[in-house]
């Protein structure tokens, strides 16, 4: 099993900066491919961003491209969100996910409001 704790979150202006890290406990890591997603309030949980387990091919939202960027030290156990530019639209509780085979892991998420 993997157990994932974000941080970073916070209230930060339109147009400022964030980065949100994801620390991973357990076995493993560099076996998983990593992801982040975001779930604002009243809309469904969409992916923002994924990467390979070895770093590689990272992909992102549409919404989210040129702006965000996702990057993992597996000597670390941790996976990152670079957040640039962040938009109103961006507001919304930020998951990590560790994804293996059959098996998914989820943080508890935390939460990043952007303000005008």
């Known amino acids: 099993q993997v157990q994932l704790v974000e941080s970073g979150g916070g209230l930060v202006q339109a147009g400022g900066s964030l980065r949100l890290s994801c620390a991973a406990s357990g076995r493993h890591f560099s076996n998983y491919v990593m992801a982040w997603h975001r779930q604002a309030p009243g809309k469904e949980r969409e992916r923002v961003a994924v990467i390979t387990n070895t770093g590689g091919t990272p992909d992102y939202a549409d919404s989210v491209k040129g702006r965000f960027t996702i990057s993992r030290d597996n000597d670390k156990n941790t996976v990152y969100l670079q957040m640039n530019s962040l938009k109103i639209e961006d507001t919304a509780v930020y998951y990590c996910?560790?994804?293996?085979?059959?098996?998914?892991?989820w943080g508890q998420g935390t939460q990043v409001t952007v303000s005008s």
């Open positions: 996910k560790a994804v293996r085979l059959l098996s998914e892991y």
